[in-house]
């Protein structure tokens, strides 16, 4: 078995990443991949390439010129080994396609934004993995709640 050397292997994951957030766009859409392609300047064979992770031959800085192009905010992470690496979307859709669902969603979503374009991307990347271990800490709290729910329910007569 060949061994890919570390700075290669962190190279293929971020690879890998990026396309995995490009092919979350081109699904957002919700068009034909001709017409996604059109969009992004890409023949659509090189979408359908990005869309199925085929992404072996085309460069990394292929690929992020081309969520330049979408508008998709990423932070690119790399580190000693390649499962570090990665591609982090900071937001999920473009601010634009976000409905208004109320005044104080609205005000909460310009506070973010205004507080967001203060920060430098390693602070964006610390605030993202820190609201990440809130939101797994917060996902387990609940499952124990619920176990805790389901054991209280099973010995009530």
């Known amino acids: 078995m060949t061994r890919v050397p570390l700075d290669v292997a962190g190279i293929q994951r971020l690879r890998s990443d990026v396309a995995l957030q490009l092919a979350r766009y081109a699904h957002r859409l919700g068009v034909t991949q001709s017409v996604a392609a059109k969009r992004l300047g890409l023949p659509q064979p090189t979408l359908s390439k990005i869309v199925n992770g085929r992404v072996s031959d085309l460069s990394l800085e292929l690929l992020i010129r081309v969520a330049v192009r979408a508008g998709l905010a990423l932070t690119l992470q790399t580190g000693l080994v390649p499962q570090e690496a990665g591609a982090f979307s900071s937001r999920a859709r473009s601010?634009?396609?976000?409905?208004?669902?109320?005044?104080?969603?609205?005000?909460?979503?310009?506070?973010?934004?205004?507080s967001e374009?203060?920060?430098?991307?390693?602070?964006?990347?610390?605030?993202?993995?820190?609201?990440?271990?809130?939101?797994?800490?917060?996902?387990?709290?609940?499952?124990?709640?619920?176990?805790?729910?389901?054991?209280?329910?099973?010995?009530?007569?």
């Open 95 to 114: 601010r634009s396609s976000v409905a208004s669902q109320s005044k104080l969603a609205d005000a909460a979503r310009q506070s973010l934004i205004e």
């Open 117 to 157: 374009s203060g920060l430098t991307p390693t602070q964006r990347l610390e605030a993202f993995l820190e609201h990440s271990q809130l939101m797994c800490a917060l996902h387990e709290a609940g499952s124990a709640a619920e176990a805790q729910r389901a054991r209280s329910a099973r010995y009530r007569p």
